[in-house]
């Protein structure tokens, strides 16, 4: 059974950094894409980044370049997402997904239950 | 930029069908992806490739991609059916996955 189980809520102040951390189990963790995903508060979806633990190759969203790091741990099977400078609007709900992604298609195939980042100015 | 257009909400009683589409030139193209989102939960994805269903969806959930408009359809629809759906694509151009900007389910 997949599951991606991640870090609590947190509180941050403007301008500081929070890292979220989804420890994973279920299938061979390498071999897979995982994804970070945000909503803030009654928006839709919005896609940040990737990373593949095999290879440690990350991609971002344009508008999170220079700010967002997706980091992996091969020993804990264990995505970080880090986000700096942080502002208000950033406040959101963090969701990491595994990805299946093939020639053609790519897909948010499990879900972490999200994690709550609060920024105050 | 890559836009995918759905409509804001979309209202049924239960028993009928509901219809919720993502609009783009030249979509049936792509293979698109849903995802319900309850209230408070995380997304899940209950159609991928246009219209194939992971293990556990019921076959009330189904999808199709033609032209510049794909379709989620959920029959009979029932009370814990009330969510957001969203339909994602990816967006070979970027490089990166895009989400529509979701439709919200409401049973009268």
């Known amino acids: 059974q997949v599951q991606l189980v991640q870090s609590g809520a947190e509180v941050k102040k403007a301008g500081s950094s929070v890292k979220v951390s989804c420890k994973t189990s279920g299938g061979t963790f390498g071999s897979y894409t995982f994804s970070w995903v945000r909503q803030a508060p009654g928006q839709g979806l919005e896609w940040m980044g990737r990373i593949i633990p095999m290879s440690d190759t990350t991609n971002y969203a344009q508008r999170f370049q220079g700010r967002v790091t997706i980091t992996a741990d091969d020993s804990t099977s264990t995505v970080y997402m880090q986000l700096r400078s942080l502002k208000p609007e950033d406040t959101a709900v963090y969701y990491c997904?595994?990805?299946?992604?093939?020639?053609?298609?790519?897909?948010?195939?499990?879900w972490g239950r999200g994690t709550e980042v609060t920024v105050s100015s | 930029s890559y836009v995918l257009t759905q409509p804001p909400s979309v209202s049924v009683a239960p028993g009928q069908t509901a219809t919720i589409t993502c609009g783009r030139d030249?979509?049936?193209?792509?293979?698109v992806h849903w995802y319900q989102q309850r209230p408070g939960q995380a997304p899940v994805l209950i159609v991928y490739d246009d219209s194939d269903r992971p293990s556990g969806i019921p076959e009330r959930f189904s999808g199709s991609n033609s032209e510049n408009r794909a379709t989620l359809t959920v029959s009979r629809v029932e009370a814990g059916d009330e969510a957001d759906y969203y339909c994602q694509v990816w967006d070979i151009n970027s490089d990166h996955p895009v989400f529509g900007g979701g439709t919200k389910l409401t049973v009268l």
């Open positions: 997904a595994r990805v299946f992604s093939t020639w053609g298609s790519f897909y948010f195939e499990h």
């Open positions: 030249n979509i049936g193209s792509n293979n």
